[in-house]
């Protein structure tokens, strides 16, 4: 189409178009009618290993919700929302099979042999995992009791709680001016001596999330400046990512360990090492508040 540099004419069109619009919307379907194509269903004797995500309903994949809408059988954690719970048909059946710190409600190896019982009588099943199951979340295991089983298994992923806790901050988890490289820890200290590699840790081009570390910040923070990280390095604690309940400390290696005992914050707890967090402090407060619901941080 040659260029519209009349003035006149390029009015004219740019009216037309307006016109065109308001007389095409009647015809264009409402965000409530429109239907996904979601293609697939659960299949009978298999087990599905699937990714809740960090709680919020919204954040589910498509595949996810469509399992779970179906699966005969879902066994379930401790950290997948109510909001999530909710998509399972009431005729499904349903297996809690949380685990608490220090309260294992049901031990690996019955979740294990649990899943393959359903499956063998012929139910389709979801292993229902928050985050993602891949990330801290015993897949492997699961995946050999399965395969030792000759059950045939399929895996969903979710949204894992480090993504949801950077989004809802509004911070990236990478940044070409802060951190070339992203790690993620469990703060479990389940090595043999107990203790992690804290001088390999310990880096400024880098951002660290710790995983289930909620009673583990002092000897995080301890750890880290013993390594070499500066006292007012940024770290960051965000609970219930994405969640209604969310809330966040930020602070610095230093401080942090009293702020939380002044401030203490629920399990599940998230914590991330990085000068992405400063990011967080520069973020005018009505923008955040757009990030995620209403994000509780205490400076």
């Given at each position: 189409?040659?260029?519209?540099?009349?003035?006149?004419?390029?009015?004219?069109?740019?009216t037309?178009?307006?016109?065109?619009?308001?007389?095409?919307?009647?015809?264009?379907?409402?965000?409530?009618?429109?239907?996904?194509?979601?293609?697939?269903?659960?299949?009978?004797?298999?087990?599905?290993?699937?990714?809740?995500?960090?709680?919020?309903?919204?954040?589910?994949?498509?595949?996810?919700?469509?399992l779970?809408?179906?699966?005969?059988?879902?066994?379930?954690?401790?950290?997948?929302?109510?909001?999530?719970?909710?998509?399972?048909?009431?005729?499904?059946?349903?297996?809690?099979?949380?685990?608490?710190?220090g309260?294992?409600s049901?031990?690996?190896?019955?979740?294990g042999?649990?899943?393959?019982?359903?499956?063998?009588?012929?139910?389709?099943v979801?292993?229902?995992?928050?985050?993602?199951p891949a990330?801290?979340?015993?897949?492997?295991?699961?995946?050999?009791?399965?395969?030792?089983?000759?059950?045939?298994?399929?895996?969903?992923?979710?949204?894992?709680?480090?993504?949801?806790?950077?989004?809802?901050?509004?911070?990236?988890?990478?940044d070409?001016?802060?951190?070339?490289?992203?790690?993620?820890?469990t703060?479990?200290?389940?090595?043999?001596d107990?203790?992690p590699?804290?001088?390999s840790?310990?880096r400024k081009?880098?951002?660290?999330?710790?995983?289930?570390?909620?009673?583990?910040?002092s000897?995080?923070c301890?750890?880290l400046?013993?390594?070499?990280?500066p006292?007012?390095w940024?770290i960051?604690?965000?609970?219930?990512?994405?969640?209604?309940?969310?809330?966040?400390?930020?602070?610095s290696?230093?401080?942090?360990?009293?702020?939380?005992?002044?401030?203490?914050l629920?399990?599940p707890?998230?914590?991330?090492v990085?000068?992405?967090?400063?990011r967080?402090?520069?973020?005018?407060?009505?923008?955040?508040?757009?990030?995620?619901s209403?994000?509780?941080?205490?400076?």
């Open positions: 189409m040659p260029a519209l540099s009349n003035p006149l004419l390029l009015k004219w069109f740019n037309f178009m307006r016109l065109s619009h308001r007389a095409l919307t009647p015809l264009v379907p409402h965000a409530s009618d429109i239907r996904l194509p979601l293609r697939g269903e659960c299949r009978d004797g298999q087990v599905y290993l699937v990714g809740a995500g960090s709680g919020d309903a919204e954040l589910l994949t498509l595949k996810a919700a469509r779970l809408m179906q699966a005969d059988a879902v066994v379930y954690d401790r950290l997948v929302g109510d909001d999530v719970l909710a998509l399972i048909p009431s005729g499904s059946e349903r297996y809690y099979v949380g685990k608490a710190r309260h294992h049901v031990p690996q190896a019955e979740i042999e649990l899943m393959v019982k359903l499956a063998r009588e012929g139910k389709s979801v292993r229902l995992k928050g985050g993602d990330v801290f979340a015993r897949m492997g295991e699961e995946l050999d009791a399965l395969a030792a089983a000759e059950i045939r298994a399929a895996i969903v992923p979710g949204i894992t709680a480090a993504s949801a806790a950077a989004s809802c901050m509004g911070i990236p988890l990478t070409r001016g802060h951190a070339q490289q992203l790690r993620f820890v703060a479990q200290l389940c090595r043999e107990g203790t590699d804290w001088a840790l310990a081009d880098e951002t660290l999330v710790f995983y289930m570390g909620l009673s583990k910040v000897a995080i301890h750890g400046r013993q390594a070499g990280l006292d007012e940024p960051m604690l965000v609970a219930n990512a994405s969640q209604r309940e969310q809330q966040s400390l930020v602070g290696l230093a401080d942090m360990p009293e702020k939380l005992a002044a401030t203490p629920p399990s707890c998230l914590i991330v990085g000068s992405v967090v400063q967080v402090a520069t973020t005018p407060a009505a923008l955040a508040s757009n990030f995620c209403a994000p509780q941080t205490v400076p």
